[in-house]
């Protein structure tokens, strides 16, 4: 891709005027946030919808703060939630192109070097006494005085020149929260290169999405102050700003904005992951949290997310994550996960129970085709991926722990011998269906004189050491003829 810098070094004014492209932005410094992940989802959206382009950009000029193992978490995250995306980049392998653009500004008078020696930010604002716009002397300096000292090699920072004789409104229409304005009176002369020549945030996510041609910015609230300065360097470039969009806030239930110092793996993304839950039952949820689809649905596809998203469903306030310490899942989460897992086309689930089974060590006896049928009928007991492998472990495997409820039934006087008499009927009887179990467990309670449901009951928990689940003639077709036979004569 050629990019804008490329094509205009010398700022003649363009227009962003190309399909939608909207960008995914983190930075390495931790595991992918659930907000992080909710900005994504919605960038991601919004591009889908429009059939645009969306791009991941991994913003790592932050040498002191990045780390591999930060930046492993955020793709294990994304590539989870199994979206994908079109185009990746780092930033770090781009400085020569945010340098380029903060040097023409430079030479265009839009900026000027800083000689200033750095003072922490409290003790500059008392010297100033008030919040601090900038260092008239350093403004001041001619061209060549400011070459001249560059050249000795004295440190410097380049700084915007905002406009701040003659001050103005810089505003943009925000898709959520509406006009936006702010004087650049009020604008500090922010940094676009550091001493050490790395640029800043400001620098570095405007170059790139000058260059790669970003139609819509969209991230969070808290970024929304931050965009009058990113106006200020495109128009100084000479290129239309995106529009832009600005996301409400995800808080704690005591209000306080979701934190990984303050809140832990709650915030996580991987959380969830780890917790069983389906990719699509957690972006429906992060979808739910600050956007509606204003026609009351809850349960969502994928393609019903698409089709739905616009910005005009976005809400203005926060939206709250609930957890307590107790449980960092969103009962509310779980709920919509637990609908997905009982109503996604089973061929859609089959991977992800594989997959949950693998990692527990479990191999699933029996063919495809009962595989199939066995997850199909059990799913509608489950909320979530994990409680395959534990609370349906005897229907994957023969080691399987009794529920104390269930031992209670398997003990209750007679039931075993009758549940070795059961399985001798049912390995006479050649047939093996729900109506030919039935028929046989009726029977022989009927000859016994005892109520069915002592062996029902009973065989509910020989066989799967549950006290529930599904239907109980169902439960013998999942376990299979075979495996029935031998846990009903082993009791």
């Keep these: 891709m050629v990019g804008l810098l490329t094509l205009n070094p010398f700022f003649q004014f363009v227009h962003l005027?190309?399909?939608?492209r909207a960008r995914f932005a983190p930075s390495p410094t931790g595991y992918l946030h659930i907000g992080s992940a909710r900005t994504f989802i919605f960038n991601w959206l919004y591009v889908r919808h429009q059939q645009g382009t969306m791009v991941l950009r991994i913003d790592d000029t932050d040498v002191e703060r990045n780390t591999q193992a930060s930046l492993?978490?955020?793709?294990?995250?994304?590539n989870w939630l199994g979206l994908g995306w079109d185009e990746f980049y780092r930033q770090s392998e781009r400085l020569d192109l945010h340098r380029?653009?903060?040097?023409?500004?430079?030479?265009?008078?839009?900026?000027?070097?800083?000689?200033t020696p750095a003072v922490a930010g409290d003790a500059e604002e008392r010297l100033h006494e008030g919040p601090w716009l900038c260092n008239p002397e350093m403004r001041a300096l001619s061209k060549a005085e400011s070459e001249r000292r560059a050249d000795e090699g004295e440190p410097f920072v380049v700084r915007f020149r905002v406009?701040?004789?003659n001050p103005r409104e810089v505003a943009f229409q925000d898709a959520v929260y509406g006009p936006q304005s702010k004087s650049t009176a009020d604008i500090e002369d922010f940094a676009l290169l550091r001493s050490n020549g790395m640029p800043t945030y400001h620098m570095a996510s405007c170059a790139d999405d000058i260059d790669l041609q970003i139609t819509h910015v969209i991230r969070g609230q808290d970024h929304l102050t931050n965009t009058f300065k990113h106006i200020l360097i495109f128009e100084g470039a000479g290129i239309s700003p995106p529009q832009f969009t600005h996301l409400p806030l995800l808080i704690a239930p005591d209000g306080a904005k979701l934190s990984k110092r303050k809140h832990g793996p709650v915030v996580s993304v991987t959380t969830y992951r780890d917790a069983g839950?389906?990719?699509i039952g957690y972006i429906n949820f992060l979808c739910l949290l600050g956007w509606s689809p204003k026609d009351n649905r809850e349960q969502m596809s994928l393609r019903d997310l698409i089709t739905a998203f616009s910005f005009d469903g976005v809400n203005r306030s926060n939206a709250?994550?609930?957890f307590s310490e107790e449980d960092p899942v969103d009962p509310k989460a779980l709920w919509l996960n637990s609908q997905h897992l009982r109503t996604m086309p089973v061929a859609e689930l089959l991977p992800y129970v594989k997959q949950t089974l693998a990692a527990a060590g479990i191999a699933p006896y029996g063919d495809e085709a009962h595989f199939t049928f066995t997850v199909d009928t059990i799913r509608s007991r489950f909320s979530t991926l994990l409680e395959f492998s534990n609370r349906g472990l005897a229907y994957f495997s023969d080691k399987f722990p009794i529920d104390p409820a269930s031992l209670e039934k398997l003990n209750a006087?007679?039931?075993?011998?009758?549940?070795?008499?059961?399985?001798?009927r049912l390995a006479a009887n050649p047939e093996f269906t729900e109506g030919s179990v039935e028929a046989e467990l009726r029977g022989l309670a009927a000859e016994r004189g005892v109520k069915a449901g002592i062996l029902i009951n009973a065989s509910r928990a020989a066989l799967t050491g549950q006290p529930v689940g599904p239907s109980a003639f169902a439960v013998f077709l999942c376990i299979g003829r075979e495996r029935c036979i031998e846990r009903l004569k082993g009791v």
């Design 17 to 20: 005027n190309f399909m939608v």
């Design 72 to 78: 492993d978490s955020i793709m294990d995250g994304l």
């Design 100 to 115: 380029r653009l903060a040097y023409r500004l430079l030479d265009s008078g839009l900026a000027y070097r800083d000689f």
């Design 163 to 165: 406009p701040r004789e």
């Design 277 to 279: 839950f389906l990719p």
């Design 320 to 322: 709250v994550v609930n």
């Design 413 to 424: 006087p007679g039931a075993r011998e009758l549940l070795r008499e059961l399985g001798n």
